[in-house]
């Protein structure tokens, strides 16, 4: 079988978009036709999660990088506090603890902590949060 003809032929009728929608018989869907309501007992594939996944560790590693002109002379547990937080929030909002990351540049990591802590984000999602925090303190994993 032609796998790129029935491609293409998949597209031309499922369509190709890149958000959830409903299909035609109200069941969410997003990509080509890809089914991924529960409540039909769908699932995304676990392959499918975990390239997402890198995917978008990948380019949020370089949005970092892009933003953040020393961010890779931090240590990796508080350089992955700082990619947790843009993950959960996008870059832009991280990019919005200005103190905190002024205080990252300078390596006053308690300082940042503290920024942090003192947060929407930290009163939102304290668990997370909390970690996070104290690993921005400490440097190691907590």
Same mark, same amino acid.
């Given at each position: 079988?032609?796998?790129?003809?029935?491609?293409?032929?998949?597209?031309? +009728?499922?369509?190709? $978009?890149?958000? !959830?929608?409903?299909?035609?018989?109200?069941?969410? #869907?997003?990509?080509? %036709? @890809?089914?991924?309501?529960?409540?039909?007992?769908?699932?995304?594939?676990?392959?499918?999660?975990?390239?997402?996944?890198?995917?978008?560790?990948?380019?949020?590693?370089?949005?970092?990088?892009?933003?953040?002109?020393?961010?890779?002379?931090?240590? +990796?547990?508080?350089? $992955?506090?700082? !990619?947790?937080?843009?993950?959960?929030?996008?870059? #832009?909002?991280?990019? %919005? @603890?200005?103190?905190?990351?002024?205080?990252?540049?300078?390596?006053?990591?308690?300082?940042?902590?503290?920024?942090?802590?003192?947060?929407?984000?930290?009163?939102?999602?304290?668990?997370?949060?909390?970690?996070?925090?104290?690993?921005?303190?400490?440097?190691?994993?907590?």
């Amino acid at each position: 079988m032609n796998l790129e003809a029935l491609k293409g032929e998949l597209i031309r +009728d499922e369509g190709n $978009r890149p958000w !959830a929608y409903q299909d035609s018989e109200g069941w969410w #869907t997003c990509g080509v %036709g @890809f089914l991924i309501d529960h409540r039909k007992g769908a699932v995304i594939p676990q392959p499918v999660i975990d390239f997402w996944l890198n995917w978008l560790l990948i380019k949020l590693q370089a949005q970092l990088r892009g933003a953040l002109s020393w961010f890779d002379d931090m240590d +990796d547990v508080r350089q $992955r506090v700082l !990619a947790n937080m843009a993950y959960n929030m996008g870059i #832009t909002g991280l990019l %919005g @603890f200005k103190k905190a990351l002024a205080a990252c540049e300078r390596k006053d990591y308690d300082a940042a902590a503290d920024e942090i802590a003192d947060s929407d984000a930290a009163r939102e999602l304290p668990d997370r949060y909390q970690r996070l925090i104290i690993m921005m303190r400490t440097g190691e994993i907590a």
